[in-house]
């Protein structure tokens, strides 16, 4: 019997020897997984981190939770910052310095949630109190469903947006930020580590906050151009940065475009005035100051286009109309032509130059005047046409009939007495008249055989240019000598004249058609 209850008693002993070194033994590995937290970091209910450095290593379910609506990121801590840094300010920069402080505790920027971390053999144990969580029970299903609905697409578009944003707190530590910000903060940084809280600034803290395009210089040499705009919201602040390379390369380009239009306006020798729809002058070319001697000051002004005729008039610069209301409405006429671009009008002006004014239509209303000097080209062709008129008048007193022939076989001229001989105006006609042509009117004229085919052949060019005469007989009974020549210019210059002078002389030939 003594000896059933002593082993009874040994037995016992063992079990419980054994369950007490199990349960120390589960105690020690616990312990090391959580890599040495001590007996009061270990997790409770609520809402309850457990970091080494930035390695989460445990978590309540409703940490998990939070965590797994936090925004992407680089790591566990840098993603739970991202969405307790806006609630709790300070807070980033109290984390960077527990290991200093050992623990701290903050409050909410609104309502009554509270932060606590502590810091413990190696350990960061943070909790979150949260307030809401009393009163999200009695908040009924529907309205908590469309609240973290709406949450959930402010995140994923915070998320998503090609613009930087981030959030500073009031002494300009960075507090949130989303993934484009981190990603570029992987393309400015030269090292590899991982980020860590408070997240180094991009740009300077005085960054201008009305839309000013602001330069951030990459490690490889290039660069990138940025919109930055900012809103205050209570004690912080929200910093957008949108991308703007596009649009600061187009304006480059559109500079550079004007700069090679102005570059090429100011080598023009037509005067350029651009008036906008408001009828203001806005781009003008040095030839328009040599053309309208108004003065450069006067231009730089933008005067309105009414301004600046009234100008050329004073300057004598317009031909003068015969009253002021007439002129008037002749610049008016002007402008409404010049803006359909169907304006074009020759000027002579009182000193004796010629201007060519045309007027173009533009973009978005503007329209523009274009002055041109055409007084060397008005004279040359009054000296070229007084010089035709001359050799015409010297072929009218010629005694024989004259036809000239171009190079190409064209009839070129001809004089009083080849259309009397030949009835025959070429100056009448709408087209122009051809060696054939003419020979058949010279055969209708002529009886018997002629070298016609000849003469065709030399005024071609087909055959020598030499000269060669012919004696014709003339309907009219009187024989004529035609004498063929070249001239200069590959012309030629055909002559008729009686055979016999003193038979019949050409008026009395003329006389007789």
Excluded at 320 to 343: I, K
Aim: aromatic content about 6%.
């Amino acid at each position: 019997m003594d000896h059933n209850i002593a082993l009874s008693i040994v037995i016992v002993g063992t079990s419980l020897a054994i369950a007490l070194a199990a349960l120390v033994s589960s105690e020690i590995l616990s312990q090391w997984i959580m890599g040495r937290v001590p007996v009061r970091q270990t997790l409770s209910a609520g809402t309850v981190f457990l970091f080494d450095g930035p390695v989460l290593l445990n978590a309540t379910p409703q940490a998990r939770k939070m965590l797994s609506n936090a925004p992407d990121g680089h790591d566990d801590w840098t993603r739970l910052l991202s969405v307790l840094g806006p609630r709790f300010p300070g807070l980033a920069g109290n984390l960077a310095q527990i290991q200093d402080i050992g623990e701290t505790e903050l409050p909410a920027s609104q309502g009554g949630d509270r932060v606590h971390a502590l810091y413990s053999g190696g350990v960061t144990r943070i909790s979150v109190q949260d307030s809401s969580e009393m009163a999200e029970a009695v908040i009924d299903n529907i309205s908590l469903s469309a609240m973290r609905t709406e949450l959930e697409t402010l995140r994923q578009l915070a998320t998503h947006m090609d613009m930087l944003a981030w959030q500073v707190d009031e002494n300009g530590t960075i507090v949130w930020a989303n993934r484009s910000y981190l990603s570029m903060l992987d393309d400015v940084r030269e090292t590899e580590d991982h980020l860590m809280w408070p997240l180094p600034a991009l740009f300077p803290d005085d960054l201008p906050t009305d839309g000013s395009l602001v330069t951030l210089s990459l490690p490889n040499g290039t660069s990138r151009i940025f919109e930055s705009r900012a809103v205050s919201v209570d004690d912080a602040r929200l910093h957008f940065a949108l991308p703007a390379d596009r649009v600061a390369h187009a304006e480059a380009r559109l500079r550079e475009f004007m700069q090679t239009l102005a570059k090429t306006f100011a080598g023009l020798p037509i005067g350029l005035a651009i008036f906008n729809r408001a009828r203001n002058l806005v781009m003008f070319n040095p030839a328009l100051i040599d053309l309208c001697p108004v003065g450069p000051a006067f231009l730089v002004g933008r005067p309105s286009l009414f301004e600046f005729l009234d100008a050329l008039r004073d300057k004598n610069m317009i031909p003068e109309q015969r009253n002021y209301p007439n002129w008037r409405r002749h610049f008016a006429n002007l402008e409404e032509s010049a803006a359909t671009g169907q304006y074009e009008e020759i000027w002579s002006l009182p000193s004796g130059q010629t201007y060519k004014v045309r007027g173009q239509p533009h973009p978005d209303g503007a329209i523009a005047l274009l002055f041109e000097d055409i007084t060397a080209d008005i004279s040359l062709t009054r000296r070229f046409r007084a010089e035709l008129e001359m050799g015409q008048a010297v072929l009218d007193d010629l005694d024989e009939a004259v036809a000239v022939f171009s190079p190409a076989g064209i009839l070129a001229m001809a004089n009083k007495r080849y259309v009397a001989l030949w009835n025959s105006d070429p100056s009448q006609s709408l087209t122009e008249i051809g060696i054939h042509d003419t020979i058949r009117l010279w055969q209708d004229n002529v009886d018997g055989t002629a070298p016609w085919m000849a003469l065709r052949d030399m005024v071609l060019g087909h055959a020598p240019r030499q000269e060669m005469t012919a004696t014709l007989d003339h309907i009219s009974g009187v024989q004529i000598t035609m004498r063929a020549r070249p001239i200069s210019g590959g012309a030629i210059i055909v002559g008729f004249r009686p055979a016999l002078v003193d038979q019949v002389d050409m008026e009395t030939l003329e006389t007789a058609m």
